[in-house]
């Protein structure tokens, strides 16, 4: 079943086109990730999702609810959009005592904050906070409703590494539990770690829409390296694969990650072990054509 | 919505700016008592030398009665800055802290969190006003006691001490109305700039200028008049009149009730279609 529907969005502000006739929809129960460079519409989408903008037109469903319904949608949806803002001058406590009570929920505040890494700091005042701890109770704010489908805007930033592995545990529990997750971001890799599906966007459109399977099942581009002479059989084997020779040792070929494991052991074989092989997966690919 | 309303008192009376609004009232009081005790035999003979020399004026003229009319008089710019000051503030500082983006992502909606801020705006311009009304009168009447209040308006006027409490109480009812009626317009201003400094500039701004468009009693401005809502606020000096004339200030009641309808539709059609797009 789907949880999210969208259908020929359109946004423009002014004369500036931020989102062009975008379509997609997400399962229940999977992470998509949302990727694009700065200015792709990510935020964009993410905000008309949340009700904060209005689409100039287009269709959006949320749960089977359509754009009508939303004041319906938002008692099971968490949003955190942009930077994390709470009130500087009450605690992470307060300031999800604030929500909770807006949102006529019953939730113990404690184990929510044990559940985001915060529960030493919950009576401080959230203008001490670090980055980092803003975006936990960012998360934690989300959860106040006990959401079924979450929406991360850009969650990544202005975490330390340790802060970042910590998140993604979290997002990836979350989703253990059910829960269906929307993050945008424009870090490609560990995006790519975390999600199930991507959609990538450029210019306000839709550059590339799919699921990790058929990534996995798409040819990558992938580079041999080689410090030894290739033996006749070798290359043999490479021009049957139609491998394209950037020089006498380095060359580029379009596999799928069962045929380079494969090609590896061929190689070995053939007495040519590859010293680096580096794969750039199609989304990478698709990522790099368009920021270039 | 009562919850959304306990929700943005909890805010409003966390923030140290409320208090200091109140503190700054106090002291502004203070000093104006202070001032009075120890230069204000020397003021009022001086403003009363003329009628001295024909009549005979007997018993207690500086009271705390005349000063807490005073205080008013003086503070009548000092009110409304302080008031916009907050009230600006309630609804322009989600944008400021970026907090409306967390507001309006809530199980509440737009209308229902304008209205909840709406109503909070009133109760503090209330409180404020209960501020205002016990700082003018306790201390006077403590240090200075009680008596009859000369009044210049029209000429000199003498307020029985028997009546004044009761006008005092009527003044401050009104003032809370024409509070409500200015706050609105910084409300809406809020809204429009999302900025609340931009919003209190604006708000004053306009109240000087038609203040001192209203100060032309005769030519071009004078029609103009009676559409001022500065014209509307300063009314309040009417129930310092012997004899009070309640149409004059029914109709300003129904000005002022009227602009703050209409600064509430504004802002409800603008930020019910507003992008929070930054």
């Given at each position: 079943?789907?949880?999210l529907?969208?259908?020929?969005?359109?946004?423009?502000?002014?004369?500036?086109?931020?989102?062009?006739?975008?379509?997609?929809?997400?399962?229940?129960?999977?992470?998509?990730?949302?990727?694009?460079?700065?200015?792709?519409g990510?935020?964009?989408?993410?905000?008309v999702?949340?009700?904060?903008?209005?689409?100039?037109?287009?269709?959006?469903?949320?749960?089977?609810?359509?754009?009508?319904?939303?004041?319906?949608?938002?008692?099971?949806?968490?949003?955190?959009?942009?930077?994390?803002?709470?009130?500087?001058?009450?605690?992470?406590?307060?300031?999800?005592?604030?929500?909770?009570?807006?949102?006529?929920?019953?939730?113990?505040?404690?184990?929510?904050?044990?559940?985001?890494?915060?529960?030493?700091?919950?009576?401080?005042?959230?203008?001490?906070?670090?980055?980092?701890?803003?975006?936990?109770l960012?998360?934690?704010q989300?959860?106040?409703?006990?959401?079924e489908?979450?929406?991360?805007?850009?969650?990544?930033n202005?975490?330390d590494?340790?802060?970042?592995?910590?998140?993604?545990?979290?997002?990836?529990?979350?989703?253990?539990?059910?829960?269906?997750?929307?993050?945008?971001?424009?870090?490609?890799?560990?995006?790519?770690?975390?999600?199930?599906?991507?959609?990538?966007?450029?210019?306000?459109?839709?550059?590339?829409?799919?699921?990790?399977?058929?990534?996995?099942?798409?040819?990558?581009?992938?580079?041999f390296?080689?410090?030894?002479?290739?033996?006749?059989?070798?290359?043999?084997?490479?021009?049957?694969?139609?491998?394209?020779?950037?020089?006498?040792?380095?060359?580029?070929?379009?596999?799928?990650?069962?045929?380079?494991?494969?090609?590896?052991?061929a190689?070995?074989?053939?007495?040519?072990?590859?010293?680096?092989?580096?794969?750039?997966?199609?989304?990478?690919?698709?990522?790099?054509?368009?920021?270039? | 919505?009562?919850?959304?309303?306990q929700?943005?008192?909890?805010?409003?009376?966390?923030?140290?700016?409320t208090?200091?609004?109140?503190?700054?009232t106090?002291?502004?009081?203070?000093?104006?008592?202070?001032?009075?005790?120890?230069?204000?035999?020397?003021?009022?003979?001086?403003?009363?030398?003329?009628?001295?020399?024909?009549?005979?004026?007997?018993?207690?003229?500086?009271n705390?009665?005349?000063?807490?009319?005073?205080?008013?008089?003086?503070?009548?710019?000092?009110?409304?800055?302080?008031?916009?000051?907050?009230?600006?503030?309630?609804?322009?500082?989600?944008?400021?802290?970026?907090?409306i983006r967390?507001?309006l992502?809530?199980?509440?909606?737009?209308?229902?969190?304008?209205?909840?801020?709406?109503?909070?705006?009133?109760?503090?311009?209330?409180?404020?006003?209960?501020?205002?009304?016990?700082s003018?009168?306790?201390p006077?009447?403590?240090?200075?006691?009680?008596?009859?209040?000369?009044?210049?308006?029209?000429?000199?006027?003498?307020?029985?001490?028997?009546s004044?409490?009761?006008?005092?109480?009527?003044?401050?009812?009104?003032?809370?109305?024409?509070?409500?009626?200015?706050?609105?317009?910084?409300?809406?201003f809020?809204?429009?700039?999302?900025?609340?400094?931009?919003?209190?500039?604006v708000?004053?701004?306009?109240?000087?200028?038609?203040?001192?468009?209203?100060?032309?009693?005769?030519?071009?401005?004078?029609?103009?008049?009676?559409?001022?809502?500065?014209?509307?606020?300063?009314?309040?000096?009417?129930?310092?009149?012997?004899?009070?004339?309640?149409?004059?200030?029914?109709n300003?009641?129904?000005?002022?009730?009227?602009?703050?309808?209409?600064?509430?539709?504004?802002?409800?059609?603008?930020?019910?279609?507003?992008?929070?797009?930054?």
């Amino acid at each position: 079943m789907n949880i999210l529907e969208v259908e020929n969005l359109s946004l423009a502000y002014g004369k500036q086109q931020v989102l062009d006739d975008i379509s997609f929809e997400f399962k229940k129960g999977k992470i998509i990730g949302l990727l694009g460079p700065n200015g792709a519409g990510k935020s964009s989408i993410l905000k008309v999702l949340a009700g904060l903008v209005f689409a100039d037109s287009g269709k959006l469903k949320i749960n089977n609810q359509s754009q009508t319904e939303f004041h319906k949608v938002k008692s099971i949806t968490g949003f955190h959009i942009d930077s994390p803002s709470f009130y500087p001058f009450l605690s992470a406590k307060e300031n999800l005592y604030l929500l909770m009570k807006m949102n006529q929920k019953q939730i113990d505040i404690d184990v929510l904050l044990r559940k985001v890494g915060l529960e030493n700091v919950g009576s401080k005042k959230v203008r001490f906070f670090s980055t980092g701890m803003k975006q936990r109770l960012a998360i934690a704010q989300t959860l106040l409703r006990s959401p079924e489908l979450l929406i991360l805007d850009e969650p990544f930033n202005g975490l330390d590494p340790n802060g970042f592995q910590d998140l993604i545990d979290l997002i990836q529990k979350l989703n253990a539990e059910g829960i269906t997750i929307v993050v945008s971001s424009h870090l490609l890799n560990e995006l790519e770690q975390l999600a199930e599906h991507f959609i990538l966007l450029h210019h306000g459109k839709i550059a590339l829409d799919i699921s990790k399977k058929e990534l996995q099942k798409s040819k990558n581009k992938v580079e041999f390296n080689f410090i030894s002479e290739l033996t006749e059989a070798s290359i043999q084997l490479l021009n049957d694969k139609k491998a394209e020779f950037i020089s006498e040792n380095r060359l580029i070929l379009k596999l799928n990650p069962k045929e380079v494991e494969q090609l590896v052991l061929a190689l070995v074989h053939n007495g040519n072990s590859p010293v680096k092989v580096e794969t750039l997966t199609l989304l990478q690919e698709k990522y790099l054509e368009i920021t270039v | 919505m009562i919850r959304l309303v306990q929700i943005e008192l909890i805010k409003l009376f966390r923030s140290t700016r409320t208090y200091l609004t109140f503190g700054i009232t106090l002291v502004l009081m203070l000093i104006i008592d202070l001032g009075l005790y120890s230069d204000g035999d020397e003021l009022f003979n001086y403003l009363l030398q003329s009628i001295n020399d024909y009549f005979y004026l007997e018993g207690n003229l500086v009271n705390g009665y005349l000063i807490s009319y005073l205080a008013l008089n003086t503070l009548w710019v000092h009110i409304p800055t302080l008031i916009v000051i907050v009230t600006a503030h309630i609804f322009s500082s989600e944008f400021e802290q970026g907090t409306i983006r967390l507001l309006l992502t809530q199980s509440a909606s737009r209308g229902e969190c304008l209205m909840a801020k709406f109503i909070c705006m009133i109760l503090y311009v209330i409180c404020f006003m209960i501020v205002v009304a016990l700082s003018a009168l306790i201390p006077s009447v403590m240090i200075f006691g009680t008596g009859d209040v000369p009044v210049f308006i029209d000429g000199i006027q003498f307020i029985q001490e028997s009546s004044f409490l009761s006008r005092f109480w009527k003044t401050l009812m009104f003032s809370t109305i024409a509070m409500v009626a200015f706050s609105s317009l910084a409300m809406a201003f809020a809204i429009w700039f999302r900025n609340t400094l931009t919003a209190v500039l604006v708000v004053l701004g306009l109240l000087i200028v038609l203040t001192l468009l209203q100060t032309f009693v005769f030519g071009i401005f004078s029609s103009w008049q009676p559409f001022l809502f500065s014209y509307h606020i300063a009314k309040w000096q009417l129930f310092f009149m012997s004899d009070i004339p309640m149409p004059s200030i029914w109709n300003s009641v129904y000005y002022l009730i009227g602009m703050t309808f209409i600064c509430y539709v504004v802002t409800y059609i603008k930020f019910n279609k507003m992008n929070i797009s930054e």
